[in-house]
């Protein structure tokens, strides 16, 4: 049996994320919403009615599919993939091929890939450009399945991002299937957990489910570093960063002196304020730098937008234990140890779950 007696509701213009282990019925829940896979008891509602009261090419047509690897017709071009729905709904040529430039833009594609076929395409702007066209309609709802994990991390990463950027511009209902649980916890409003069989296991925000895990099943699914995921929501924004440890380029014997009191490192800044490493105190030269010679300062973070899980891992990552803060426009504006982390770490936890970001639903948000 695919899916057994599943019975949730999801929001409205929300991200909802169904995830689970290979065989626990994702794809074919995601089905069932356009019948695809038609229920054999049960009904689905959309908008108060049931979806089987609607013609089914008038369901699907109403409804974004994005699936793995894009599923492009390899020989149509990128505007004419884009502009199929809109072609199909009687569109007009030129007003469906508007529609799906202004989409590439929106999904961030040079209009001058418009003209190419998707083999000449990278696997992550195949994707942008799945994406674009289950948006060509304007529909309500967007199923996703498993959309991205055929690329690599980074690029990846980057459609995550597009698609909450996408997300927060137009508020669309989307499900989206995946088997990785980070992804579920960035991108998911909601997140249903699913067992063998496809029965539900749990169905929660994902602050909720990292926190409260319903049994041991899901405390397992959510892996050994589940604590490590939860602090994906909680801000950076009101560590207590330390200045006095920055010394520029060419600071004066004073100034190091000064900087070096207590300090076992100093972060070392270019003349326009941007990390360029660490040193230890004695070995900088005043006003000549060698900074061949400084210690990487691994990947910074930033204060009022990342969470306190990307500062400990920058603060792990860096050669001199501690992190560095910049600004939006990559200057530094503090540093921070482990051990000061560590203590937030504490102090957030004591406050939840009133910390960290909130989506359109009120729910938690998971940070950078």
């Given at each position: ?6 019975s ?38 959309i ?9 089914v ?56 890939l ?15 450009v ?5 948006l060509?309609?304007d529909p ?151 900074t ?77």
């Open positions: 049996m695919a899916v057994d007696r599943l949730l509701e999801i929001p409205d213009r929300a991200i909802t994320v169904l995830v689970g282990p290979s065989g626990c019925g994702k794809t074919t829940t995601l089905r069932m919403i356009n019948r695809m896979v038609e229920p054999s008891e049960g009904t689905i509602w908008d108060g009615q049931d979806s089987r009261r609607q013609p090419n008038t369901l699907r047509r109403s409804m974004g599919y994005v699936i793995q690897n894009a599923g492009l017709f390899q020989h149509r071009t990128i505007v004419d993939n884009i502009a199929t729905v809109p072609r199909l709904l009687g569109w007009s040529k030129d007003r469906a091929r508007s529609r799906a430039r202004e989409l590439m833009e929106r999904v961030g594609l040079d209009a001058s418009a003209r190419r076929y998707p083999y000449q395409l990278s696997g992550g702007q195949q994707q942008r799945g994406v674009a066209r289950a060509a309609a309500p709802v967007l199923l996703m399945d498993e959309p991205f994990s055929a690329v690599d991390p980074v690029v990846r990463k980057g459609l995550q991002d597009e698609l909450l950027r996408i997300q927060d511009e137009l508020g669309k209902t989307i499900v989206f299937v995946t088997h990785d649980i980070d992804e579920a916890v960035k991108l998911g409003t909601m997140v249903a957990v699913l067992r063998t069989g496809g029965r539900l296991a749990q169905y929660a925000p994902p602050a909720d489910l990292l926190s409260n895990p319903a049994d041991a099943f899901v405390e397992d699914f959510l892996g050994a570093d589940r604590g490590i995921r939860r602090l994906s929501f909680f801000s950076a924004a009101g560590l207590d960063l330390l200045t006095a440890p920055i010394v520029a380029v060419d600071a004066t014997a004073e100034q190091i002196a000064r900087a070096a009191q207590g300090a076992p490192y100093l972060l070392v800044t270019g003349i326009d304020g941007k990390p360029l490493g660490w040193s230890e105190p004695g070995a900088l030269t005043a006003g000549s730098v060698d061949g010679r400084l210690l990487s300062y691994g990947r910074p973070f930033v204060a009022g937008e990342d969470s306190l899980r990307s500062a400990l891992d920058c603060a792990v990552l860096s050669p001199a234990g501690w992190a560095v803060a910049v600004d939006g426009e990559g200057r530094a504006t503090g540093v921070i140890s482990q051990t000061a982390i560590a203590e937030a770490i504490r102090g957030a936890h004591e406050a939840a779950p009133g910390v960290g970001g909130t989506t359109g639903a009120g729910e938690p948000k998971a940070l950078r």
